[in-house]
T-cell receptor
Framework: GAVVSQHPSWVICKSGTSVKIECRSLDFQATTMFWYRQFPKQSLMLMATSNEGSKATYEQGVEKDKFLINHASLTLSTLTVTSAHPEDSSFYIC?????????????FGDGTRLSIL | GDSVTQMEGPVTLSEEAFLTINCTYTATGYPSLFWYVQYPGEGLQLLLKATKADDKGSNKGFEATYRKETTSFHLEKGSVQVSDSAVYFCALSDRARRGSNYKLTFGKGTLLTVNP
């Protein structure tokens, strides 16, 4: 149980294009979803947190107009990297959690490797 | 603020060796503690968790005990296998941070390589 599907797993695109990444909870309803960015051989950096039907809460230093997050339903959140540039190349990982309790673990997707040429 | 400190890697062991990965934490409130594992090219998987002092989390032969007095949550396994090769992350979620949806604070990760 508690499967999170992230799509696509790998995307390569030209500079200036926008890229949408989907995160779905397949067998549970995700009250909260999180988006992370991971640089090579480093830990995860939380970008933003979203609750279904609410605006996302962005971490300090993350451009909300650059990284658009939509959490339209209890099973789907999307991250759109707008006008992507080479410095946006990274590994993006989403996670989803059911319920509001602190002891509810986050369940992670397999990540999306984004390469901007 | 909250922070998690893990032992620096990489850690290289032979199969069937004993594993310890140290993890210590600081938290504003009373945290829940987690270990996550990341296999190459994949996202993170929850390995085990402990929600209060003296709790022991265990899974797949891995164990970690929540030690409030030493603010530690060390990961151990008695006999590692080649398939355990991965990056291991210690993390906490702080009860004092309900307004942040109890977001996770991660350590930097420890790369474990197990040789046959």
């Amino acid at each position: 149980g508690a499967v999170v599907s992230q799509h696509p797993s790998w995307v390569i695109c030209k500079s200036g294009t926008s890229v949408k990444i989907e995160c779905r909870s397949l067998d549970f309803q995700a009250t909260t979803m999180f988006w992370y960015r991971q640089f090579p051989k480093q830990s995860l950096m939380l970008m933003a947190t979203s609750n279904e039907g609410s605006k996302a809460t962005y971490e300090q230093g993350v451009e909300k107009d650059k990284f658009l997050i939509n959490h339209a339903s209890l099973t789907l959140s999307t991250l759109t990297v707008t006008s992507a540039h080479p410095e946006d190349s990274s590994f993006y990982i989403c996670s989803a959690r059911m319920g509001q309790g602190i002891n509810q673990p986050q369940h992670f997707g397999d990540g999306t490797r984004l390469s901007i040429l | 603020g909250d922070s998690v400190t893990q032992m620096e890697g990489p850690v290289t062991l032979s199969e069937e060796a004993f594993l310890t990965i140290n993890c210590t934490y600081t938290a504003t409130g009373y945290p829940s503690l987690f270990w996550y594992v990341q296999y190459p090219g994949e996202g993170l998987q929850l390995l085990l968790k402990a929600t209060k002092a003296d709790d022991k989390g265990s899974n797949k032969g891995f164990e970690a005990t929540y030690r409030k007095e030493t603010t530690s949550f060390h990961l151990e396994k008695g006999s590692v296998q080649v398939s355990d090769s991965a990056v291991y992350f210690c993390a906490l979620s702080d009860r004092a941070r309900r307004g942040s949806n109890y977001k996770l604070t991660f350590g930097k990760g420890t790369l474990l390589t197990v040789n046959p």
